[in-house]
């Protein structure tokens, strides 16, 4: 089997409600949607969305970088080939992980669509049969987020993410004013997203919440700085992720080595797929670090591949992969059974594209032959 096109779409996905974390404010997400096409009349999906707070990646750039670098190295290369795809890649670019990872997604894709079983009977088999879904808070007024939590909780919502990282001391008002209206027996997790920069300001926030139970909190620091993670991981007992500060094996090795967390955040736009992801996830497991296999906020096509991920992993703790319930319109269907997600048996990654979707909300396109 031979890759003979790969078709590229900048799109920008409609957000219900604009999307506030700490560094920045979403009104849509761009997202780039790769269609990749084989001399078997296969077709794959993939799907990139870059973070340039993140993996240092634009929507214009990882375009570019799709249509004048990666797409041209792989045209004529067999998509069931991942570790050489992904050497390919590597040979040609240097790091852009969500650029690769739209590539990785529609070969794994194709893959299950060529041998008709799901992505996550490639990776090791099925482990969970389902995942409860965690409801995702923007950063609002403590009012705002409690009302909105105390909704969810209403709709069987029973675990929430709350979003800070603005001034510690107001975001400890959020999170107080969310646990009062929900209560003590709702699961409450805190992404700081580096808001909270240092240890000293993070310690400060963690001793005003000595009485605020949390399931734990993530990434309160600058994402380079994995010993502030260990200063605060020896001064409290509230468990600790990392997420931006973990991109691939490099990190991971620093994280072990360190003991700077005790889960980590690993998702596919930072590492390069589901293929690099496996491997991070086995380096955890073996270190008895657990994971959790998050978001950039994909549509239906990305979620699914991080789904798959979790699906297959023992050491995957938890998922949250909530972009397609932001969305007022999808490119694709994942089904969601709130407050669970159960993925289905279909060939792939189990989802059926629209494209004329796709068409609908694309800015710029582009097809290498």
């Known amino acids: 089997m031979e890759i003979t096109a790969v078709e590229i779409y900048a799109i920008q996905l409609p957000l219900i409600e604009p999307f506030i974390i700490s560094y920045d404010k979403y009104d849509t997400m761009p997202s780039i949607i790769v269609k990749i096409t084989t001399n078997e009349g296969i077709i794959g999906y993939g799907e990139a969305v870059p973070d340039e707070h993140v993996t240092g990646e634009t929507w214009d750039s990882t375009y570019m970088t799709l249509k004048h670098q990666l797409a041209p190295a792989?045209?004529?290369?067999?998509?069931?080939?991942?570790?050489?795809?992904?050497?390919?890649?590597?040979?040609?670019?240097?790091?852009?992980?969500?650029?690769?990872?739209?590539?990785?997604?529609?070969?794994?894709?194709i893959a299950g669509k060529k041998l008709n079983v799901p992505v996550y009977q490639l990776i090791g088999g099925r482990y969970h049969e389902k995942f409860p879904i965690t409801h995702v808070l923007s950063i609002g007024t403590p009012e705002k987020m409690a009302e909105e939590a105390a909704e969810r909780v209403?709709?069987?919502?029973?675990?929430?993410?709350?979003?800070?990282?603005?001034?510690v001391m107001k975001d400890v008002e959020r999170i107080q004013a969310v646990r009062e209206r929900v209560g003590d027996l709702i699961n409450i997790r805190?992404?700081?997203?580096?808001?909270?920069?240092?240890?000293?300001?993070?310690?400060?926030?963690?001793?005003?919440?000595?009485?605020?139970?949390?399931?734990w909190l993530e990434q309160p620091v600058d994402?380079?700085?994995?010993?502030?993670?260990?200063?605060i991981k020896s001064k409290t007992d509230v468990t600790l992720m990392i997420d931006e500060g973990l991109h691939g094996q490099k990190?991971?090795?620093?994280?072990?080595?360190?003991?700077?967390?005790?889960?980590?955040?690993?998702?596919?736009?930072k590492c390069g797929g589901i293929y690099p992801a496996m491997k991070l996830a086995n380096m955890a497991e073996m270190a008895g670090i657990e994971c959790q296999i998050g978001s950039m906020v994909e549509s239906s096509i990305g979620s699914a591949a991080g789904f798959h991920?979790?699906?297959?992993?023992?050491?995957m703790k938890s998922v949250e992969l909530t972009g397609p319930l932001k969305f007022s319109k999808d490119v694709g269907d994942l089904h969601y059974d709130i407050p669970f997600i159960c993925l289905n048996e279909q060939p792939g990654l189990g989802v059926n594209v629209d494209e004329e979707v796709i068409q609908e909300l694309c800015h710029q396109s582009c097809i290498v032959r």
Not at 155 to 163: A, L, V
Not at 251 to 269: F, G, H, P, Q, S
């Open 309 to 315: 991920v979790a699906f297959s992993k023992k050491i």
């Open 154 to 167: 209403a709709m069987g919502y029973r675990s929430f993410k709350m979003k800070v990282g603005t001034e």
């Open 190 to 215: 805190v992404d700081v997203n580096q808001g909270w920069h240092n240890a000293s300001t993070t310690l400060k926030g963690l001793h005003a919440l000595r009485d605020v139970h949390l399931d």
């Open 251 to 269: 990190e991971m090795r620093e994280i072990i080595a360190k003991r700077a967390a005790d889960k980590v955040n690993i998702k596919l736009m």
């Open 74 to 109: 792989i045209i004529g290369e067999n998509p069931l080939c991942f570790e050489k795809i992904h050497d390919l890649m590597d040979r040609t670019v240097y790091q852009v992980p969500a650029a690769k990872t739209a590539i990785d997604i529609a070969c794994f894709d």
């Open 223 to 231: 994402a380079d700085d994995i010993d502030a993670m260990v200063e």
